[in-house]
């Protein structure tokens, strides 16, 4: 009986980051870029530690001239990343953004 | 009070970072004038080139720097009163208005090895010695990614390449690349000219 709970629980939140991300997507391409944010950090509530959604985040504050979060973002993205190319993309939008 | 020296050395590593080529031996002081030249446009992007000057131009001003446009000659004006002048000519190595992306969320378990050693101690009764016999037994459980959803978006990239060159002698005397993507087209620009126009303005400090 446990296992069945177990089971349902991981699916309801497997789901749930599925039906997350595609709100997101969609919020994206229609420019709701607040939208956007809001899905993205229920996500990231659902522990989605990946960094390539710490980099969206950054792009979206940097598109809604939110430079404090951007940096925070981009930071993260620097500090999960193991990709040495993605990596590059955070130094230099920290770069950029640490220019007053 | 640790995030002092973590700050400086941050600064100092993001300061390095895509450092622009210079002639250590021209003086940047006795400029007095800065022309700069049309920008082609990429490829067969029409008005790109025109959308680079523009934004440059905006940076230049957002800089304090002074601009006059005589005879469709653009130049920064820069109050000295020596007569150097140099010319600023831009190439674009990567115009994208819009390209898709699309991150797909997996979830990654490596797997594991288990090994059981297992030790007894047996006594030989003809020699009267004792033996130590060990086993071990080892298991590995792979491991299985789970793909799962994906977010997809679209974004901008814009590469540029940025030479000055005294108009006197024609030595190149700095040089930078820098490249930027965004959401956003025409912030994409400004990020990634930002950059080199704030590098400009610390050579002629």
Redesign the interface.
Known sequence: MKKIILLIIISFTYCQTNDLFLKASLALKSGHYNDALKHISDSKKQKVMNPEIYKIEGLIYEAINDRVNAIIAWKNCLKFSNDKKLKEECKIHLNNLSIE | MNKIPLTFIL?FY??C??QPAINKNYNFKNVNSIEVLPIDDFKNIIGSGNMIETSLDYNFLKYNFELSDKKNKKSILIDNFSEQTLLLSCVITNYTESESLI?P??DENRGYTETTVNQSREEDEESNKRQFLASSTTKTYAGDIVQ????????SRISLIFTLKDKVSGKIVWSKS???????LQ?TIN?CL??SV?EIKKILK
């Open positions: 600064f993001f300061s970072f895509y991150i969320y997996r799962g959803s994906r977010i997809e978006y679209s974004q820098s490249w930027y993507n965004g959401l956003d912030k990020m930002k950059e704030n």
